[in-house]
Nanobody, 117 residues
């Protein structure tokens, strides 16, 4: 079973950048589809980006061109680089690990990102 811990959130001005990291332990991330999700107050949790176990990356349209996702197999981490941040990017960001074969999901506790002047 994998354990996930996010870091790197905080307060940033519009147009600024943040880099979120997700450190995994207990299992290698290479067997999971790793994803970043976010949940704003009063809204449902939504997918932001993911990298599959075969290293295919998907970035959702509403952040494409501003956000990038990467993984480091050796360090067992995934990162989300967020540029040109907007107030509507304000949310709690969660790291997710998904096992396709048994449809199980694992979540980190989340990290708050606030974009405000």
């Amino acid at each position: 079973q994998v354990q996930l811990v996010e870091s790197g959130g905080g307060l940033v001005q519009p147009g600024g950048s943040l880099r979120l990291s997700c450190a995994a332990s207990g299992s290698a991330i290479s067997i999971y589809s790793m994803g970043w999700y976010r949940q704003a107050p009063g809204k449902q949790r939504e997918l932001v980006a993911l990298i599959t176990s075969i290293d295919i990356t998907k970035i959702e349209d509403y952040v494409k061109g501003r956000f990038t996702m990467s993984r480091d197999i050796a360090k067992n981490t995934v990162t989300l680089q967020m540029n040109s941040l907007k107030p509507e990017d304000t949310a709690v960001y969660y790291c997710n690990a998904h096992l396709t074969w048994n449809n199980r999901d694992y979540w980190g506790p989340g990290t708050q990102v606030t974009v405000s002047s």
